[in-house]
């Protein structure tokens, strides 16, 4: 029977409200009826997005002249709000904007497209503003009544794995991963260093562990850490934090892990910031366990094209393996 994504959309967003779905318990820290998620991409990106509103953005008159420059300034974007779905935020907000395409961001034509248009915006905060969230360009995406829909049902998921949220000390690597973590706060410089060595090389085994285990917010007696990417395509050999507390430095090792990144805390940041950060990463280890029933059922799923209201094609295991 031939895929229609269109139906398998409504279908998984029915599916996602009324249905529950069961996984291992050593990758579950929560109770068996919180669901998997509907789109896996889109989970990702609402768990590392600060802000999700429905607004009218106002294109700047500068940004085609600004994206043709060497290198072009950010531009502020002002959005008018006409809703909030996650966080808050006031009537009218500023977005800053980089007008250059890039594959990870919502490019210039999206932004000249959707202005004045009723629009859903994955945001981010950082010290300076608001920034488009996640590095996909699903972060902007027209408000069709699907897409508020399935974000809101998916908002709601979430929600209930903060709240039902508790540790499991049955996790792989709990007890190895508790016991480097207790001398952090403890020692310094080669010392420390060599604990965030030895959490790195536990590898994806020990993910949901040390993410049980992060919101941990005693200070760091040497606030610096290096880590090796492993990524062909990295800018740099070694990326170099300031992390002021354990939870910022753990951060850092599980994005270097898993490729994923909730929040920008690996140098510090508020309390807002870290609570923010450290929900993100349930949300992940919930999700870790539906990820592995997924790919042992080779069942078919939902391909988004990175706008999670429009899925254009299902993916199957064959589709994985050519990835």
Known sequence: MACQPDMLMQTALLSLIFAFGAAPHLSEPVPRSIPCPADPELANLLAGSNLVLIGRMTAPAQLAG????????????????DGVLKGDAADHVSL???????P????????LRLTGVPAILFLTRAEDGL?????TPGALTRATDLAVGTTRAEIS??????????IDTRLPRFGEVRTLIARLGHVRDDAQRSIFEQLEALGSEAVPAIIAQMD????????????????????????HYGPEQVVDALNAVLTHITGVSFGSISNGG???????AIAGWRVYANDIACKQADRARGKVTLRPTGNPAFPTRCLTRADRAQR
Do not use: C, M
């Open 104 to 111: 990870y961001k919502p490019s210039n034509d999206d932004v």
């Open 96 to 102: 800053r904007f980089y007008p250059k395409d890039a």
């Open 157 to 166: 998921r979430q929600e209930q794995i903060a709240g039902a949220w508790r």
């Open 216 to 239: 941990d917010r005693r200070p760091l007696l040497t606030q610096e850490i290096s880590l090796i990417n492993h990524d062909p395509d990295a800018f740099e050999g070694i990326t």
């Open 270 to 276: 508020s309390d807002r910031e870290r609570d923010a």
């Open 66 to 81: 600004e994206a043709e420059k060497p290198s072009p300034g950010y531009l502020d974007i002002p959005v008018v709000v």
């Open 131 to 135: 920034y488009f969230a996640g590095y």
